[in-house]
């Protein structure tokens, strides 16, 4: 069990238990949220919990502070007032404060001893506890402690001992012990806020749906409106100017054939601030606002198999995982509380034994104070507040990190390997051409009725070009059997008795064909019919607009950008050029995209890759940061670690901004958290006594361990302005 487990924000991975595992259905968005009486949220203690522990905790802390100081600062309103009752009033107030508001503490203090996995907790109820179990002993059997205890407190430590001392009690430390404990929760309390901030804003996403669609009855055409939960694909729904989407679909042309279109403002996916105009054949997404006329669509996906739920789910998933940079504070945290329980002991017995008179209460005060300020609390939020701060700020423009490892991954990555079809290009290509080959006596309409055939079950873009372009022209598709599909290599089916396949085009196919010269920018591939070779199809596939810049701006980032694609090479290297890449490696099967991803690794480069297709799977998955285009399969999405809800590489730019950005801000939080405990130990210890006479007091100590933890959420928080 790691270090950090039950420390900070940290504790969220390894004792979630209250936020889902799985979207809710998007007509009760509520169910996601915690009910009032649950004690944790996202593993930690949840705000309404906490909350009633801190106005107890603050409003009895008060009159402790005025009873310990009250006589020192305004001994005209305290000299009526007994010491031995001023300290039995403390000890009342401080009681509840220890045991009630700080409960939560006490419980993750004693699962650290009893799973010997020392946190925060450790050091923080230990030195509450030295304070308090002291203070009272003082107070209870302060006959049997020695003279030079109760006959008062020097000047140099009267200040923090409050005045009981003087009046034959050794001086009570009460005060530590109720002010340590409501700055601990309060610290935890705005951690706790910053972890719901973000997972509120992402859920707020699935009340964009509407509880409600107007479904069009089959029978008549007539509307309906019907709850959401009782949408099923292959619905028809009508959608209305001003009205989101309940669920995923595709847009439908009117009954008489015309094909309309919409515009969608989908910002609350993407990020894009400009509606997207889609036309008959698109598809839709749930959440999304219908700013114009009104439109028909078919239901595809619903529930939790929408865009908008998987998006749910997947910043749930990348919340709670853990990104290597994150070993380093579990690194940290496994030696470091140790430590300082070792330097509050030598503290402890140091002064005891080389001190004065009063040397061994100066040592305790000494060993609480090393206990407080050591609080690894910001070095415990260093990481994970950083990270769920950027990855809610990627979802809002459209980048999804599914696993927190992979925005380390892309800030480190040198070489940028892109896919061609789908992700360089629209990925939605047409076809250009159909050119017989062999003589063959077949009219082009029978060719591309073969060909769209045996490619319909495929859900390869370059067969869904042959499919509509078949469609388009009003042919009927053929009965299939026997279908397979080879990724990167291509089809072969049974089609009407005829053994039909497609696969990539040879040189000596190329060579037999009368072309132009604008094939070179053209996908090609062959037809061929029991064995023979029959036609050579073109598909054209026009580049992103978005690319051109995308690209300019990932090289100003330092990447090093190589082509990979299945595409002939004449098609990869036109296509390179005009967009001047670095590297091109064309006809590439799955295999040699991840042998290419190998080759270039082991030259020492860290590889991120982005793609679209079921070929780019075995790429994604060996790349150090696999990126799916969110228009993409299934199967490539499930295998990278971050996924472009558009589609585009402008999203890749933006998100290697965020994920440079993250993970300076957590080595900042890093930096200043280690480098604030190093220091405030030796002041604590009274490193500074011999040569100024001043130590610190243990109050003192918890108010410089809280700003220390507000400083670290306070640059982290930065990151929810970052300019993306």
């Known amino acids: ?177 109720a002010f340590i404990t409501a700055i601990v929760l309060l610290g935890q309390i705005i951690e706790q806020r910053t972890h719901s901030r973000t997972d509120a804003a992402i859920r707020g996403l699935m009340q964009l749906a509407p509880k409600t669609a107007h479904r069009i009855r089959a029978q008549d055409g007539s509307e309906e409106d019907v709850p959401v939960d009782q949408i099923r694909p292959g619905d028809l729904l009508r959608v209305r100017p001003g009205e989101s989407l309940p669920v995923d679909g595709v847009l439908l042309a009117e009954p008489n054939g015309a094909r309309i279109g919409a515009e969608i403002d989908e910002s609350m996916l993407t990020g894009e601030p400009l509606p997207v105009e889609k ?23 619903v529930g939790s198999d929408t865009l908008l739920a998987q998006i749910v789910a997947l910043v749930e998933e990348a919340i709670e995982s853990e990104p290597p940079i994150a070993r380093l504070a579990d690194r940290v945290s496994a030696w470091f509380v140790p430590s300082v329980l070792g330097v509050a002991a030598l503290t402890f017995f140091a002064w005891g034994l080389l001190g004065n008179e009063h040397a061994w209460l100066f040592g305790l005060l000494n ?17 994970p507040v950083s990270l769920v701060t950027g990855i809610g700020r990627g979802a809002q423009v459209g980048v999804l990190v599914k696993d927190a490892a992979a925005l380390e991954a892309l800030s480190g990555s040198t070489t940028l390997i892109i ?104 996908t090609l591939v062959c037809l061929r019919i029991d064995g023979a070779p029959a036609a050579l199809i073109a598909l054209a596939d026009a580049i992103k607009p978005s690319t051109p810049a995308a690209l300019a701006a990932l090289k100003a980032q330092g990447f090093h950008i190589i082509m990979a694609t299945g595409d002939r090479e004449e098609t990869a290297r036109t296509v390179a050029a005009q967009l001047g890449l670095d590297e091109v490696h064309a006809a590439l099967s799955p295999a040699d995209k991840q042998k290419l991803v190998r080759a270039v690794q082991a030259r020492g480069e860290r590889i991120a890759f982005a793609g679209d297709g079921l070929n780019d799977a075995p790429a994604l998955a060996a790349a150090n940061v696999g990126i799916a285009m969110g228009t993409g399969t299934g199967v490539a999405i499930n295998s990278a670690g971050l996924v472009l809800v558009k589609g585009d590489l402008a999203a890749l730019a933006r998100a290697s901004t965020l994920a440079r950005a993250t993970l300076r801000n957590i080595r900042q939080n890093l930096f200043w958290a280690f480098a604030y405990n190093s220091a405030g130990i030796p002041i604590a210890a009274g490193l500074l006594f011999p040569l100024t006479g001043w130590l610190l007091s243990p109050m003192l100590a918890s108010i410089a361990m809280c700003l220390s933890s507000l400083s670290v959420v306070t640059n982290a928080l930065r990151l929810r302005r970052l300019t993306l």
């Open 1 to 177: 069990m790691n270090a950090k487990a039950t420390c900070c924000a940290s504790s969220a991975k390894a004792t979630h238990n209250a936020g889902p595992t799985a979207p809710a259905p998007q007509n009760q968005p509520e169910a996601a949220i915690p009910a009032p009486n649950e004690r944790v949220y996202m593993g930690l203690p949840h705000e309404r919990y906490l909350r009633p522990r801190l106005y107890v905790a603050a409003a009895l802390a008060l009159p402790v502070l005025a009873l310990s100081m009250g006589e020192m600062l305004a001994p005209w309103a305290f000299a009526w007032l007994p010491p031995t009752l001023n300290g039995w009033l403390q000890l009342a107030l401080t009681t509840p404060i220890f045991f009630w508001a700080g409960a939560p503490f006490i419980r993750r203090w004693w699962y650290s001893i009893r799973e010997r996995d020392t946190n925060m907790f450790t050091l923080t109820v230990t030195g509450t506890g030295a304070a308090y179990f002291y203070s009272a002993a003082s107070l209870l059997f302060s006959q049997h402690f020695p003279e030079t205890l109760r006959s008062g407190m020097s000047a140099m430590h009267g200040a923090a001992a409050g005045m009981s001392g003087a009046a034959g009690l050794p001086p009570l430390y009460f005060e530590a012990t």
């Open 279 to 301: 036309r008959a054949g698109d598809t839709l997404s749930a959440g999304t606002l219908n700013t114009t006329g009104s439109f028909t669509y078919r239901a595809e996906r």
């Open 367 to 383: 060993a609480v104070a090393v206990l407080i300020i050591a609080c690894p609390c910001a070095l415990g939020l260093a990481t």
């Open 419 to 522: 896919d061609k079809t789908g992700t360089l290009t629209e990925g939605r290509p047409t076809l250009s051409a159909i050119t017989p080959l062999g003589g063959r006596s077949e009219s082009e309409e029978s060719l591309l009725g073969l060909a769209a055939s045996a490619e319909a079950p495929s859900e390869h873009p370059l067969g869904r070009a042959i499919v509509a372009a078949a469609q388009k022209r009003g042919l009927s598709l053929l009965p299939v059997s026997d279908f397979h599909a080879t990724p990167g290599a291509g089809v072969r089916a049974t089609v009407a008795g005829r053994r039909v396949e497609i696969t990539r085009a040879s040189a000596e196919e190329i060579a037999a064909a009368p072309l132009d010269s604008s094939a070179n920018t053209q």
